[in-house]
C-alpha cells in the first residue's frame, strides 16, 4: 500500500460516510466528500504533506445529469511526497454556500474569487469575495451553462482596477 | 528635399513661400507619434515594426510614447476586452486632437475569434478608428502600410475646424 493509499484510507477512517466514493479515472485519485465536511477533509490533507492548492475548479453538469448541478473540484500537490490528489464536492444549485480554504492555502483566496465569478459559488468567510475576472458592473455567471456564451455586457467604470480614481 | 509634398514658391534669396495649412498638415502626417495600447501578441508584432529591421522611423514615427498627453496616433494592438473598454475610452479621451487611431489586428478590429461574453467585438464599438489592418497578427509591412493610407488621409483633410464630432466623455458606446 503506497502513501496516497494510506493516506485516503486515514481520510475515510476520519471522516466515515462524508467520504462518499475514491475513484482512480485515468490514474489520479479524486475523492468525493460531502459538503458540510469538505474543510475537514482538506485540513487533513493539508497537515498530511498536501500543502500546495493547484487550483479550483467549478463544473456546471446542467446536461450531464449527475446528483447535483454544480462540482467543486479541489487540484492538491504535496511537495514533499510529489503526490497529486483531487478533492470533489457535488453542491445543489439550492445551495451554493461552501465554506473558504483561505484560511488553509492563500492560494485559494483569487481561486475561489473565479469560482464565485464564473458559477456563483458562495465562500462563507472569504476575506474579499469579489469578481475577480469580469468587471462589476457583470450579471450572471459566465460559465454557467445556462449562460448565453455571445452575450457581453458593457462596462461604464474602470473602478475595477483603480476604485480610488473613481467617484460613484 | 525636405519638403516634398507641399506647394511651395522657391526665391532666389533662399526664401521658400508655402500656405502655412500646408506647412502644418506636412509636419503633422510626418511626425505621428503613436502610442501603443498593447495587450496582446499584436504588441509584439508591433515591437518589430518599431526596431531596426523594417524601422518605423522612416515614416517618422518611430517616438514611441507611453503617455497620451505626447502622442497623436493611438495604435490599438491585442484583444480589448468589456473590463478593459472603459480605460481605452479614458486614455483616447486624454489624447489632444488631432488624434489617429489604427486598429491592429484581427481582435482589435473585430474581436478576432474571439466569440463570447468577454470580448469587445471590435474597438470601433468605443473609439472611431481610421484605419483597419487585418491579420494574426499583422505582418509589418501591412502595418507600415496602414501608416503610409493615414498619412494620405492626413493630406486630404481640412486643417482648420473639428476634425470629427467631439464624443462625450466616459460613455463606452
Given at each position: 500500500?503506497?502513501?496516497?493509499d ?44 498536501f500543502?500546495f ?46 465554506p ?24 462563507d468567510?472569504h ?12 450579471v ?12 457581453g ?16 | ?20 495649412d500646408d506647412?502644418?498638415?506636412w ?14 501578441c ?7 515594426v518599431?526596431?531596426?529591421?523594417f ?6 514615427a518611430?517616438?514611441?510614447r507611453?503617455?497620451?498627453?505626447q ?8 484583444t ?19 488624434k ?8 482589435a478590429?473585430?474581436g478576432g475569434?474571439?466569440?463570447?461574453y ?25 502595418i507600415l502600410?496602414a ?22 466623455h466616459?460613455?463606452?458606446?
Open positions: 500500500m503506497d502513501k496516497l494510506s493516506i485516503v484510507e486515514e481520510l475515510r477512517g476520519e471522516l466515515g460516510d462524508a467520504v462518499e466514493a475514491v475513484d482512480r479515472p485515468y490514474g489520479d485519485v479524486v475523492v468525493t466528500v460531502a459538503k458540510a465536511r469538505v474543510h475537514d477533509a482538506l485540513s487533513l490533507l493539508k497537515a498530511r504533506g500543502s492548492l493547484l487550483d479550483i475548479a467549478g463544473v456546471d453538469g446542467l446536461h450531464l445529469g449527475r446528483r447535483e448541478r454544480f462540482e467543486i473540484v479541489y487540484f492538491l500537490y504535496s511537495l514533499q511526497d510529489d503526490l497529486r490528489l483531487r478533492v470533489k464536492v457535488f453542491v445543489p444549485e439550492t445551495d451554493m454556500n461552501l473558504t480554504m483561505t484560511d488553509l492555502w492563500q492560494a485559494a483566496n483569487w481561486a475561489e474569487r473565479e469560482a464565485y465569478d464564473m458559477f456563483g459559488f458562495n465562500f468567510g476575506p474579499n469575495l469579489v469578481r475577480i475576472l469580469c468587471h462589476r458592473e457583470f450572471g455567471h459566465a460559465l454557467r451553462k445556462d449562460y448565453p456564451v455571445l452575450k455586457q458593457w462596462a461604464t467604470g474602470t473602478s475595477d482596477l483603480r476604485p480610488d480614481l473613481e467617484r460613484e | 528635399m525636405g519638403v516634398e509634398g507641399i506647394p511651395v514658391t522657391k526665391h532666389e534669396t533662399g526664401i521658400i513661400t508655402t500656405r502655412i506647412l502644418i498638415r509636419g503633422r502626417k510626418n511626425s505621428l507619434w503613436p502610442l501603443p495600447f498593447g495587450t496582446a499584436c504588441a509584439i508584432e508591433f515591437m518589430g518599431a526596431s531596426s529591421v524601422d518605423i522611423s522612416r515614416f517618422g518611430e517616438l514611441v507611453f503617455s497620451p498627453r502622442s497623436d496616433l493611438m495604435i490599438v494592438a491585442g480589448i476586452n468589456y473590463k478593459l473598454g472603459p480605460v481605452l475610452r479614458r486614455i483616447y479621451d486624454q489624447i489632444c486632437e488631432p489617429y487611431v489604427v486598429s491592429m489586428g484581427a481582435c478590429c473585430s475569434f474571439y466569440d463570447n468577454a470580448t469587445i467585438q471590435g474597438i470601433d464599438h468605443i473609439i472611431p478608428v481610421d484605419v483597419f489592418i487585418p491579420g494574426c497578427p499583422p505582418r509589418p509591412d501591412a502600410n501608416l503610409v493610407k493615414l498619412q494620405e488621409r492626413i493630406d486630404r483633410e481640412p486643417q482648420r475646424g473639428p476634425r470629427r464630432p467631439v464624443t462625450e466616459g460613455q463606452t458606446r
